[in-house]
């Protein structure tokens, strides 16, 4: 069956530090994926898009790599700030632009 | 740009009881505009796709009778959510694409508007 996996756990850094999410996808070949981050009681915010046919793609502090041969993309947040805690979620892109979400994870940065 | 309003932000209603949830582009035309629910700590799940002028595309479980779709002008959809039962209650968050301003892709999301049915 088709999945999107993001760890459920949340994640604890101390400020400063990179954070690294995961996005693990089973059974899906997405033309693309997309990264945006909610906060509580909110709707998801755009961060960032990459194509199938990208590595690696960079805004300000962000970079999400998406490897179409593991089924996984990887975002990173360096230099984190208290103010990026929140819930940061997956999405693939499939066949007419339908977006199917992950869970999310929860990321908590401490000053 | 491409700024999404939702209109409850958040309603209380009584069991049996209609509840009609507005989506607005402000600042762009959206031809496509997407409901979604989300349960605590849960994914965003899509209810329905709705084009503007054209009936919406209800997704797999979801009852059209039951959460009706309107998508009368380029800048507006609504859901209806008709006789609501207290499992109806939820987050219900809409989102439009805006293919001019950063691709295809790219779907910006209302605020969301919480629904307590009781």
């Known amino acids: 069956s088709q999945k999107i996996e993001q760890n459920s756990e949340a994640l604890n850094i101390q400020e400063g530090k990179t954070a690294t999410l995961t996005c693990n996808y089973t059974n899906y070949s997405p033309a693309y994926l997309q990264w945006y981050r909610q906060d509580p009681g909110r709707g998801p915010v755009f961060l960032l898009l990459i194509r199938e046919n990208e590595k690696e793609k960079r805004k300000e502090r962000l970079k999400v790599t998406f490897d179409t041969t593991l089924k996984q993309s990887l975002f990173h947040i360096t230099a984190s700030q208290p103010a990026d805690s929140a819930t940061y979620l997956c999405?693939?892109?499939?066949?007419?632009?339908?977006?199917?979400f992950g869970a999310g994870t929860r990321l908590f940065v401490k000053a | 740009g491409a700024v999404v309003s939702q209109h409850p932000s958040w309603v209380i209603c009584k069991s049996g009881t209609s509840v009609k949830i507005e989506c607005r582009s402000l600042?762009?035309?959206?031809?496509?505009m997407f409901w979604y629910r989300q349960f605590p700590k849960q994914s965003l799940m899509l209810m329905a796709t709705s084009n503007e002028g054209s009936k919406a595309t209800y997704e797999q479980g979801v009852e059209k009778d039951k959460f009706l779709i309107n998508h009368a002008s380029l800048t507006l959809s609504t859901l209806t959510v008709t006789s609501a039962h207290p499992e109806d209650s939820s987050f219900y968050i809409c989102?439009?694409?805006?293919?001019?301003?950063?691709?295809?892709?790219?779907?910006?999301f209302g605020p969301g508007t919480r629904l307590l049915v009781l």
């Open positions: 600042d762009f035309q959206a031809t496509t």
């Open positions: 989102s439009a694409r805006a293919p001019g301003l950063a691709g295809q892709e790219t779907q910006y």
């Open positions: 999405a693939l892109g499939t066949g007419g632009f339908k977006t199917i």
